[in-house]
């Protein structure tokens, strides 16, 4: 099914799924409960469906994966020398030699030093959404970091070797849900958290715990998302979250993912709880850190607080976060994603000259994660259609809105 409707617009892809399932307009609208007329506006391309939680139940109402109806994203580029980094991924996930091709032929293990060295050089790449290049890396470092686990018999080298994998795999598993590879995204998380409880690192387990509620949101599993980071949050040692850094920064970390599951399930309460907890621990961190590649502070708090405000629609709610956020020092991937939600803030209230120069700005810190989002590429048409200015026009091609 992948890849049928990607020539398509948002709202005609709605439409080949409905009548595929033989449902009318006012039937899918009682599925969802909103109006007929609401059905026929977004097949139509005159209202968006601007929130990640009416995504999922238009899935869920019409029987299909969420990539389907977002269409496939558009990470990888072709540029030239771009290896195909998905097959190549997949072979290095599996664990029989006969699935994973030539991959581990004559390859030695690597040194510790040099396999943590890549995992973070693995992780500044998603962190500055180079996509490509990071996709071209990761099949390399998986089978590096599966060739050291096996090397090392026991004591701290294997500790250091799982904990190296383990975090491997976790950007592997990111990396894969913005592709909307969901199924091998669940392999990396699942292998992630297996490696990371030998280590018994509270750390490393933390940070594969939130990375299976990462990859849980992007199936559209929300409701799993926050009872999954209750849970992990209630495992931790006591007074473990405050002991470090570290800790205080996978700890808030933890409670962001969270409060975007808890507002996908349209939980106010525990949305506002796990942004207070997020929140009580950037304060004790004083400023932004980038522990294990979290980029947690009081910036990523309020980047979350007007995620979630969007989540509920509570647009001027949005609109008021923006001004108060301040994104110097945070990696590309966290300062895009804050740009591209103040641009939908900014069209929903009406501020279409403000929503035009926050988009530019998203897609030139980080061109290929913009132009992969289903929201960035929606705005860009309903931004063209209000001006019909030249500029917007070259940008809504940029990001593949307009053919």
Request: aromatic share 6%; with cysteine.
């Amino acid at each position: 099914m992948r890849g049928m409707t990607d020539h398509m617009d948002f709202g005609k892809r709605v439409r080949f799924y409905r009548e595929r399932r033989g449902l009318h307009q006012w039937q899918l609208g009682e599925l969802l409960n909103r109006s007929e007329d609401w059905v026929y506006r977004v097949e139509s391309g005159r209202i968006p469906v601007n929130t990640v939680k009416m995504l999922v139940d238009l899935a869920d109402a019409l029987r299909v994966h969420l990539e389907d109806l977002q269409g496939t994203p558009v990470l990888l580029e072709d540029q030239g020398d771009h290896k195909a980094s998905v097959p190549a991924i997949r072979e290095a996930l599996m664990q029989s030699r006969p699935l994973s091709g030539s991959l581990y032929v004559d390859r030695e293990p690597p040194h510790l030093e040099r396999l943590t060295a890549e995992v973070d050089r693995a992780w500044r790449l998603y962190q500055g959404s180079k996509y490509a290049r990071l996709g071209e890396v990761l099949p390399g470092l998986l089978a590096d970091g599966r060739l050291a686990t096996q090397a090392c018999n026991g004591g701290d080298d294997r500790r250091r070797a799982l904990r190296e994998f383990a975090l491997a795999l976790h950007v592997a598993a990111a990396y894969l849900r913005k592709l909307g590879e969901t199924n091998l995204a669940w392999i990396a998380v699942d292998q992630g958290a297996i490696a990371a409880s030998e280590t018994e690192d509270p750390a490393v387990i933390l940070a594969l715990r939130r990375g299976v509620a990462h990859v849980q949101l992007g199936a559209g599993l929300a409701e799993k998302a926050v009872n999954g980071t209750l849970d992990a949050a209630r495992e931790l040692p006591p007074g473990w979250w405050e002991s470090s850094a570290t800790a205080l920064s996978l700890y808030g970390t933890l409670f962001l993912n969270g409060s975007i599951a808890a507002a996908r399930v349209g939980d106010r309460e525990q949305t506002k709880e796990m942004l207070s907890k997020a929140k009580q621990a950037a304060q004790r961190l004083g400023t932004g850190h980038d522990e294990m590649w979290t980029a947690f502070g009081p910036a990523n708090v309020e980047i979350h607080r007007l995620a979630t405000a969007l989540e509920f629609e509570d647009f001027q709610c949005a609109v008021d976060i923006v001004p108060g956020i301040q994104g110097v020092g945070l990696p590309a991937e966290r300062k895009a994603r804050l740009r591209l939600d103040a641009a939908r803030a900014y069209a929903e209230t009406g501020q279409t000259d403000k929503a035009v120069a926050a988009l530019k700005r998203a897609f030139t810190t980080a061109p290929e994660q913009i132009r992969a989002h289903e929201f960035a590429c929606d705005l860009a048409r309903r931004l063209h259609k209000r001006t019909r200015s030249r500029d917007v026009e070259a940008l809504a091609m940029k990001l593949g809105a307009l053919r």
